[in-house]
């Protein structure tokens, strides 16, 4: 029987996992090689070097089924993990259905998101191997507050491009990172060629993920050594961090005497989704259990929805590595949504494997939908969630809709995987009818899709 009398799940310190969880010896089939752009052949460990340290590359890579998380970066975790686990009470009762909904929270990290799960990890590798200056990208600048936070606790100096329209949306998220000690540029800049040949074609570009990638890429690929990069999404070795979410949330929903019909989670380049979702595709696989899991994403960059799962370039430029992932095609540039963090033209390549095979669904939504179940959320719950976490409260709004249509009990847990307090000009705009839908742009994606690769 599930409790009926608690609304939050708490861990102690001494139960927070010790091991980041890795989903590769629980997938269908195994991963695809990660292909050299040049020759097209299986890139190694030592192709990576220059980018990152060999410690995440061997993480990128591994096989193993638990890969252990350092004490100093337990150490870390404690002050804001484990993180809560709520049965959303309230919330159930405005939408009068049969439906349990539970949400993890990742709000509570001191940058505000689940992205220091990661950032933590990455600085503290980084460190390791010497390591004194990191260059990163940044959308809505959640990835770049959390990598500027933990730069600040390990001594790290921390460089970020930044894309434009998130810039000029969300001046507070570049205070933050400033206050942490980072150096910020708006992306495209006239830094580095990849900015400026976008500059060139289209000098009010408003940026995109790919060109800040490219941007980054590039600085470290002409620093002569001096500097390392990091991404904050996609890569393997980032959504194992992130595991750590689902990890507790099993022994959390354990706590509830309960277990979820479906997983939701919002998808932009996949970690959060991986972090709530990938433990219990583990449980499922092993126990033969039926869980759904959602993965729900903008309808203006909707990679799992309408995205062909090809070779393509994580950048917009065409200098990283080619990897089998969904794709928009690497040089679209998503309209200027308010879910900056979900403007990405692919897709973590083990989310995109394990849609290909069916294990997960995907749905996509337009952006005045998310910010209706925002709203609903924050009136019911009083937390008022980022553009980019709306759309896994939309996500769960349906599942639990659709139980009480069928009139049938579902358990739902989703991730609630950060606050929206950086995002209020966003709310302003939606409060005062000033934020509009932008149709799928499908001819724009056609196009963009036509100038991938070939493999
Ligand atoms: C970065 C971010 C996302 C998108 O990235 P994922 O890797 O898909 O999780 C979503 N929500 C928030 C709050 C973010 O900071």
Redesign the pocket.
Known sequence: MPDTRHTKYLLSEDEMPKTWYNVVPDLPRPPEPVLHPGTKQPVGPGDLAPLFPMALILQEVSGDQYIEIPEAVRDIYKQWRPSPLFRARRLEKALDTPARIYYKYEGVSPAG???PNTAVPQAYYNKQEGVTKIITET??G??GSSLAMAGAMFGIEIEVFMVKVSYNQKPYRRSMMQAYGASVHASPSDLTQAGRAILAQDPDSTGSLGIAISEAVEMVATSGGKAKYSL???LNHVLLHQTIIGQEALLQMAQADDYPDVVVG????????AGISFPFIGEARKKGLNTRFVAAEPMSCPSLTKGVYAYDFGDTLGMTPLVKMHTLGHDFIPPGIHAG??RYHGMSPLISLLHDAGVIEAKAYHQTSIFEANLLFGKTEGILP?P??GHAVKGALDEALQAKEEGKERVILFNL??HGHFDMAAYDAYLSGKLEDYEYPAEAVAAAQARMPVV
Do not use: D, I, R, Y
């Open positions: 998101s689940h992205k959308g809505a959640q990835w904050g999404s996609v919002c998808t932009g380049g996949g970690s959060n989704f963090g979900l980022a980019e976490a995987c950060g």
